[in-house]
């Protein structure tokens, strides 16, 4: 009160002072100034803490006795309570938990060795597990580990390899790369993935922490995973979902400043839904998933992150969401600003739309320079072949869910529903996620050349007047991570033969090529040790499986007692979709019995994969082959291993001897389990589509043409079926079966080192990482750093260039066109073309607009593809008119069709 009344009265010249004053005390008074003491305060309190919490642990702690008395009764059965009993490592043994809790050891053979070695049976049952088998090991276990030197002396070495691989950090003026998948598959204990796309990405991540990448993934975090498949009596497959207990996971909750949980929102239908963040780090590389199963939610809205691929359509919007517009936002939170996007798939496409919303409220710019910035720094990456394989959503779902989206982005509800459809006139097409995304990105990908292909056709609708060989889309094939899926034999191998230095150098082919240096009698031992691990691993999986399932114990002996790790073994794994025509192999039964069961040169086959819950036809496929197994001519040689996982497929693409596949053409995108057979020295069978049509080599593996024969499929089926069967009993069998003096196959083992030397380097993730950073991330990098400078001005720039040109393009008037009159004289072959276009440009300048003629050859009736086209150049201006012309010399014969195609 004093205060006050001496305020008031102050006179005029004391106000000012105190004003003053204030001021600069208020110009001090900000987070930048006291930014530094937090830093150094929070630092000595965190150090406080530490030193705390170990005088803590060193204390036995006296935990008081509770006293009660039980219930009269006389109940017998007994009266369960809870204790907690946490497990504490010995000291000496720390590193075992810092190494748990990084999957760096997922590639490191040492580090898997280090944790097997602990307790080898925990460590299966604990589905190698290393974070669930220290908390299950017994202190006296422990104790046993602390006084034996030599693991000492493993673990200590494999720590120090850690340390000195995390100790190597990005260069410093690396742009950060922000990559955004659905799902990951990075070990089978953490279970957030489903096949293809997870592995993909997960193998991208490991070799971003290899290649020393500055990259951050970004995922959703699912509680029960992909579905667990078993398999009913007579074949059917059950769908089993597993809760993923995460406390036995690699992850840790993702602190904010002030060390609470990094928790998100997202605005949904008369609701607002939380997610909270965690962290799993592989090797150099942080991955950040999103998990909305919190008590802060709704029962539904907790399943968002449950499952993955499960539920229908609208559950899959609102995971879509999360992934995009939530992982911006969690982003955002934890302080993360990368420079560049890659949406893997077009599920992650929210975050153009979420990085638009955030640019127009943080800034005085509109709609259309938002998207310029944010396409400029977006890759796309589709793995789709196929418009139906793309997620969509009608538009009434989006109008329940994200009505207000529009209103945020400062644009018409019909332009923003337009971003996500082919055609924008079309108001009943569906909202294409991958169309979306192909809208807001700068550069797109498909993962093969065939499937980038593939996708130009795909989204040809969108560039009306182009063939879609000009549309701007490219292709990296797909490649597969060596430390993952090499077996630890062969790796061994490797670098004793190729130097050390060949880890670093995959995709050089120089070093490949030093196998064929490798005795046969070397390749051919290590083939058999894989070989009988496989066949040790899946007698003993099979004799649990089909006990489970009931079969008939005579069935399960003479099953196990005819698979025989001698006889010519074919693999066939991979999700259990129809195009991939598992069935193909079982039309003509009759003649497979006769191939199998040849007494001389036998064959098995061995069959892995699960079915979307949904596909039908996929899990009936499944049961067929249950059927066939069953039946005595293809007993022990037609085997089902349920439960196709990460584990399974080490085992597969390391032990079998042939890895066949058989999509439809032209549907399989890219492929990649035969990338880590080839690794292991396993040989492929394949249609020449995805990968194999660029990595089959004569004498490296076999091929089915790449051309169809039939429209009819049924009857394309049936040749591919016998082509199958020939050339097992032509080539294949014969090949394998044909020894030499010392036992041999020495043919069989020319191809393996054929395929070794010649197509393995081409599909490593090294090489394909090495390609992402050369097509796209390299140019992204420079333009979104351009079209953001001087303010924004090339945004602008752009943006109202392209306003212009949309708004007056109608105005355009050709008046006059010029061109050779072949109806009276054919061109001679090397005479000159000549070409003239008068246009009036109306409000437009002649730059504004590209002339050129195009040339192209009918087929069928069709012109497919342009033969060549040249640009007419600005030959003169006036009186409001421009002048276009070209001339050159026509250096192809024939009947060409030709026109000229005027853009802006």
């Given at each position: 009160r004093a205060s006050l009344h001496g305020f008031l009265g102050m006179d005029k010249k004391a106000?000012?002072?105190?004003?003053?004053?204030?001021?600069?005390?208020?110009?001090?008074a900000l987070w930048e100034s006291f930014v530094e003491n937090y830093r150094t305060a929070w630092s000595i309190a965190l150090e406080k803490v530490g030193l705390r919490s170990e005088l803590f642990r060193s204390k036995q702690q006296q935990f008081k006795l509770r006293e009660y008395i039980p219930a009269a009764g006389s109940d017998s059965n007994p009266k369960w309570k809870k204790v907690n009993v946490k497990a504490e490592i010995p000291a000496k043994l720390k590193g075992l938990f810092e190494l748990s809790r990084n999957l760096w050891w997922t590639w490191n053979c040492d580090a898997e060795a280090v944790f097997r070695s602990l307790d080898p049976e925990l460590w299966e049952e604990t589905d190698n597990n290393p974070v669930a088998l220290l908390e299950m090991l017994t202190l006296e276990r422990y104790k046993e580990l602390e006084q034996d030197k030599t693991f000492l002396a493993s673990l200590k070495v494999v720590?120090?390899?850690?340390?000195?691989?995390?100790?190597?950090k990005p260069e410093e003026d690396a742009p950060l790369i922000s990559y955004f998948s659905m799902e990951y598959g990075l070990h089978e204990s953490v279970k957030i993935y489903s096949g293809g796309l997870g592995i993909l990405a997960g193998d991208y991540m490991k070799q971003a922490?290899?290649?020393?990448?500055?990259?951050?993934?970004?995922?959703?975090?699912?509680?029960?995973?992909?579905?667990?498949?078993?398999?009913?009596?007579?074949?059917?497959?059950?769908?089993?979902?597993?809760?993923?207990?995460?406390?036995?996971?690699?992850?840790?909750?993702?602190?904010?400043?002030?060390?609470?949980?990094?928790?998100?929102?997202?605005?949904?239908?008369?609701?607002?839904?939380?997610?909270?963040?965690?962290?799993?780090?592989?090797?150099?590389?942080?991955?950040?998933?999103?998990?909305?199963?919190?008590?802060?939610?709704?029962?539904?809205?907790?399943?968002?992150?449950?499952?993955?691929?499960?539920g229908d359509n609208e559950h899959r919007l609102k995971q879509e969401l999360l992934l995009g517009v939530g992982g911006i936002r969690m982003l955002e939170d934890i302080g993360?600003?990368?420079?560049?996007?890659?949406?893997?798939?077009?599920?992650?496409?929210?975050?153009?739309?979420?990085?638009?919303?955030?640019?127009?409220?943080?800034?005085?710019?509109?709609?259309?320079?938002?998207?310029?910035?944010?396409?400029?720094?977006?890759?796309?990456?589709?793995?789709?072949?196929?418009p139906a394989g793309h997620d969509s959503f009608s538009e009434d779902l989006l109008r329940t869910y994200i009505p207000h989206y529009a209103g945020r982005l400062n644009i018409a509800w019909e332009e923003f529903i337009g971003l996500g459809r082919m055609n924008t006139q079309d108001l009943h097409e569906n909202f294409s996620m991958s169309v979306l995304a192909l809208n807001l990105s700068q550069e797109v990908n498909g993962v093969s050349k065939i499937h980038g292909e593939e996708s130009r056709k795909m989204f040809a609708g969108k560039f009306p007047g182009y063939f879609p060989s000009e549309v701007n889309i490219g292709h990296v094939t797909n490649g597969v991570h060596y430390g993952t899926w090499a077996s630890?034999?062969?790796?061994?191998?490797?670098?004793?033969?190729?130097?050390?230095?060949?880890?670093?150098?995959?995709?050089?082919?120089?070093?490949?090529?030093?196998?064929?240096?490798?005795?046969?009698?070397?390749?051919?031992?290590?083939?058999?040790?894989?070989?009988?691990?496989?066949?040790?691993?899946?007698?003993?999986?099979?004799?649990?499986?089909?006990?489970?399932?009931?079969?008939?114990?005579?069935?399960?002996?003479?099953?196990?007692?005819?698979?025989?790790?001698?006889?010519?073994?074919?693999?066939?794994?991979?999700?259990?979709?129809?195009?991939?025509?598992?069935?193909?192999?079982?039309?003509?039964?009759?003649?497979?019995?006769?191939?199998?069961?040849?007494?001389?040169?036998?064959?098995?086959?061995?069959?892995?994969?699960?079915?979307?819950?949904?596909?039908?036809?996929?899990?009936?496929?499944?049961?067929?082959?249950?059927?066939?197994?069953?039946?005595?001519?293809?007993?022990?040689?037609?085997?089902?291993?349920?439960?196709?996982?990460?584990?399974?497929?080490?085992?597969?693409?390391?032990?079998?001897?042939?890895?066949?596949?058989?999509?439809?053409?032209?549907?399989?995108?890219?492929?990649?389990?035969?990338?880590?057979?080839?690794?292991?020295?396993?040989?492929?069978?394949?249609?020449?589509?995805?990968?194999?049509?660029?990595?089959?080599?004569?004498?490296?593996?076999?091929?089915?043409?790449?051309?169809?024969?039939?429209?009819?499929?049924?009857?394309?089926?049936?040749?591919?079926?016998?082509t199958i069967y020939n050339i097992f009993e032509?080539?294949?069998?014969?090949?394998?079966y044909t020894l030499d003096k010392d036992g041999i196959p020495a043919r069989w083992v020319k191809y393996i080192k054929n395929s070794t030397a010649n197509i393995c380097h081409e599909f490593t993730m090294k090489r394909?990482?090495?390609?992402?950073?050369?097509?796209?991330?390299?140019?992204?990098?420079?333009?979104?750093?351009?079209?953001?400078?001087?303010?924004?001005?090339?945004?602008?720039?752009?943006?109202?260039?392209?306003?212009?040109?949309?708004?007056?393009?109608?105005?355009?008037?050709?008046?006059?066109?010029?061109v050779p009159d072949s109806t009276k004289r054919a061109l001679r072959f090397g005479e000159s073309f000549k070409a003239e276009v008068k246009l009036d440009c109306g409000l437009l300048s002649a730059k504004d607009i590209g002339m050129e003629v195009i040339f192209a050859l009918k087929e069928d009736g069709f012109k497919d593809d342009v033969l060549f086209s040249k640009a007419l150049e600005l030959s003169g201006e006036a009186k409001g008119t421009a002048t276009f012309s070209c001339e050159f010399a026509i250096e192809h014969a024939g009947l060409l069709d030709y026109a000229i195609r005027m853009f802006p």
């Amino acid at each position: 009160r004093a205060s006050l009344h001496g305020f008031l009265g102050m006179d005029k010249k004391a106000y000012q002072s105190a004003c003053d004053e204030a001021r600069n005390i208020s110009m001090n008074a900000l987070w930048e100034s006291f930014v530094e003491n937090y830093r150094t305060a929070w630092s000595i309190a965190l150090e406080k803490v530490g030193l705390r919490s170990e005088l803590f642990r060193s204390k036995q702690q006296q935990f008081k006795l509770r006293e009660y008395i039980p219930a009269a009764g006389s109940d017998s059965n007994p009266k369960w309570k809870k204790v907690n009993v946490k497990a504490e490592i010995p000291a000496k043994l720390k590193g075992l938990f810092e190494l748990s809790r990084n999957l760096w050891w997922t590639w490191n053979c040492d580090a898997e060795a280090v944790f097997r070695s602990l307790d080898p049976e925990l460590w299966e049952e604990t589905d190698n597990n290393p974070v669930a088998l220290l908390e299950m090991l017994t202190l006296e276990r422990y104790k046993e580990l602390e006084q034996d030197k030599t693991f000492l002396a493993s673990l200590k070495v494999v720590v120090k390899k850690f340390h000195d691989y995390m100790a190597v950090k990005p260069e410093e003026d690396a742009p950060l790369i922000s990559y955004f998948s659905m799902e990951y598959g990075l070990h089978e204990s953490v279970k957030i993935y489903s096949g293809g796309l997870g592995i993909l990405a997960g193998d991208y991540m490991k070799q971003a922490s290899d290649s020393n990448m500055n990259m951050i993934g970004v995922g959703l975090m699912y509680r029960y995973g992909y579905f667990h498949q078993q398999l009913a009596p007579h074949g059917e497959q059950i769908s089993q979902y597993h809760r993923q207990r995460f406390s036995y996971l690699p992850i840790k909750k993702v602190l904010d400043e002030n060390g609470d949980w990094v928790k998100i929102s997202l605005a949904l239908p008369g609701r607002t839904v939380y997610a909270k963040a965690w962290r799993l780090d592989i090797g150099r590389i942080p991955l950040y998933l999103l998990d909305t199963d919190i008590r802060d939610n709704q029962e539904r809205d907790r399943a968002i992150t449950h499952q993955l691929y499960g539920g229908d359509n609208e559950h899959r919007l609102k995971q879509e969401l999360l992934l995009g517009v939530g992982g911006i936002r969690m982003l955002e939170d934890i302080g993360i600003k990368p420079e560049i996007y890659h949406c893997n798939e077009g599920h992650a496409a929210f975050i153009g739309v979420e990085r638009i919303r955030k640019l127009i409220q943080g800034r005085i710019i509109n709609f259309s320079m938002a998207r310029e910035i944010v396409r400029s720094s977006t890759l796309f990456t589709t793995h789709t072949p196929v418009p139906a394989g793309h997620d969509s959503f009608s538009e009434d779902l989006l109008r329940t869910y994200i009505p207000h989206y529009a209103g945020r982005l400062n644009i018409a509800w019909e332009e923003f529903i337009g971003l996500g459809r082919m055609n924008t006139q079309d108001l009943h097409e569906n909202f294409s996620m991958s169309v979306l995304a192909l809208n807001l990105s700068q550069e797109v990908n498909g993962v093969s050349k065939i499937h980038g292909e593939e996708s130009r056709k795909m989204f040809a609708g969108k560039f009306p007047g182009y063939f879609p060989s000009e549309v701007n889309i490219g292709h990296v094939t797909n490649g597969v991570h060596y430390g993952t899926w090499a077996s630890r034999l062969w790796r061994n191998l490797f670098r004793q033969t190729f130097g050390e230095e060949f880890y670093d150098n995959q995709s050089d082919q120089s070093y490949w090529e030093m196998i064929r240096e490798v005795p046969d009698h070397v390749i051919w031992g290590i083939r058999r040790e894989l070989k009988k691990e496989l066949f040790d691993f899946l007698k003993g999986r099979l004799t649990a499986e089909m006990t489970r399932r009931q079969e008939a114990p005579q069935h399960i002996v003479s099953t196990l007692e005819r698979m025989d790790d001698n006889v010519l073994t074919i693999g066939f794994a991979r999700r259990f979709a129809t195009y991939k025509r598992a069935q193909l192999l079982f039309m003509n039964e009759e003649k497979l019995a006769a191939i199998i069961n040849n007494p001389e040169r036998p064959v098995q086959f061995l069959f892995a994969g699960k079915a979307h819950p949904n596909d039908k036809a996929g899990q009936d496929l499944i049961s067929h082959i249950i059927d066939i197994s069953r039946k005595p001519e293809f007993r022990g040689r037609i085997v089902f291993i349920e439960n196709y996982d990460m584990h399974v497929a080490r085992k597969l693409v390391q032990g079998v001897d042939v890895w066949l596949n058989t999509p439809t053409r032209p549907l399989e995108a890219s492929g990649t389990s035969g990338m880590k057979a080839v690794m292991n020295g396993v040989l492929n069978f394949s249609v020449l589509d995805g990968w194999w049509a660029e990595g089959y080599k004569p004498e490296a593996g076999w091929a089915m043409t790449e051309k169809r024969t039939y429209k009819n499929q049924q009857f394309q089926d049936e040749l591919d079926a016998e082509t199958i069967y020939n050339i097992f009993e032509d080539d294949i069998v014969p090949t394998f079966y044909t020894l030499d003096k010392d036992g041999i196959p020495a043919r069989w083992v020319k191809y393996i080192k054929n395929s070794t030397a010649n197509i393995c380097h081409e599909f490593t993730m090294k090489r394909m990482l090495d390609e992402y950073r050369e097509k796209f991330y390299s140019k992204l990098a420079i333009r979104a750093i351009e079209i953001k400078a001087d303010n924004c001005s090339m945004a602008k720039s752009i943006a109202d260039w392209k306003s212009k040109v949309s708004q007056h393009w109608g105005e355009v008037e050709v008046k006059s066109v010029k061109v050779p009159d072949s109806t009276k004289r054919a061109l001679r072959f090397g005479e000159s073309f000549k070409a003239e276009v008068k246009l009036d440009c109306g409000l437009l300048s002649a730059k504004d607009i590209g002339m050129e003629v195009i040339f192209a050859l009918k087929e069928d009736g069709f012109k497919d593809d342009v033969l060549f086209s040249k640009a007419l150049e600005l030959s003169g201006e006036a009186k409001g008119t421009a002048t276009f012309s070209c001339e050159f010399a026509i250096e192809h014969a024939g009947l060409l069709d030709y026109a000229i195609r005027m853009f802006p």
